[in-house]
């Protein structure tokens, strides 16, 4: 059983299955450190820069996501989570002109919209804030030059108190494949513009949707309109074979 979010007047967009680019036990590497007064966390591995992170809102988060409100129970996972302006194996993308907007509703940038939401396993019972088994730390734009395409890299913090079983899995890399959850406004024909009704008045484009057109066979899919992401889950098998990775940082 998979639940989604449901927003009044938004659709659920169900995002492609990615693999981490790195992963490294939090709790072997952090250290306290002091700055301007207040207490930080410091995150070291042997092939990853040093960095600090903000984790100062865990102790409230942890009450509502039932979490652990301590950053030593946790492993960390650094994932590329969507691709911009390419279709999903759904058939539904994201413009990286949408995703760098700057909502003023949610007064951030509309990738920076993952931060601090909650991670799920198998998008299971996604709606429920304390059935959450870790937190969102950090999110960002990263430029591919070889694709001349964005990418979202989310930080994931995963509570090996919550669900030991599956931080395991994590760690033996017997879980390696990760999902995006989002609602969005609309649906978009890539083709036309027109708004995808999903039914009998959709464009001839979005009948059905992954289909070729005019003389340069261009796609046609769903462009995602006003996207707002609310969790990322750990999935048991990939599925795009393209988006894997074994790298391990400890």
């Known amino acids: 059983m998979t639940n989604t979010l449901t927003l009044p007047g938004k659709h659920i967009v169900k995002g492609n299955v990615v693999a981490a680019n790195y992963h490294h036990e939090l709790h072997r590497n952090v250290e306290k450190v002091k700055h301007n007064g207040k207490t930080k966390y410091r995150t070291t591995a ?12 865990l102790q409230a988060a942890s009450e509502t996501y039932q979490i652990s409100p301590d950053p030593k129970d946790y ?7 969507v691709t911009s302006d390419v279709p999903n194996r759904n058939m539904q993308g994201f413009m990286g002109q949408e995703l ?3 909502d003023a509703a949610y007064g951030c940038m509309v990738y920076q919209t993952f931060l601090r939401k909650p991670t799920h396993i198998d ?16 999110a960002s734009m990263v430029y591919v030059p070889k694709y001349d395409l964005w990418k979202i890299n989310v930080l994931t913090m995963w509570d090996r108190t919550k669900d030991e079983k599956l931080v395991k899995e994590i760690l033996d890399k017997k879980r390696t494949g990760y999902s995006m959850g989002a609602s969005c406004a609309a649906f978009l024909c890539s083709i036309c513009g027109r708004v995808d009704e999903m039914d009998h008045n959709s464009c001839e484009h979005m009948r059905p949707k992954g289909t070729l057109w ?5 796609l046609s899919y769903q462009v995602i309109s006003a996207p707002v992401f609310f969790e ?5 098998s990939p599925a795009d074979p393209t988006a894997q990775s074994d790298d391990v940082f400890v």
Not at 46 to 57: C, G, H, S, V, Y
Not at 75 to 81: A, E, K, R
Not at 232 to 236: C, M, R
């Open 46 to 57: 042997a092939n990853l820069p040093q960095q600090d992170l903000d984790l100062d809102f």
């Open 75 to 81: 492993i960390m996972v650094s994932l590329p989570i």
């Open 100 to 102: 760098a907007y700057f």
């Open 123 to 138: 998008h299971y019972e996604n709606t429920i804030p304390h059935k959450a088994k870790g937190v969102h730390v950090d």
């Open 214 to 218: 005019g003389k340069e066979n261009t």
């Open 232 to 236: 990322t889950s750990s999935v048991e």
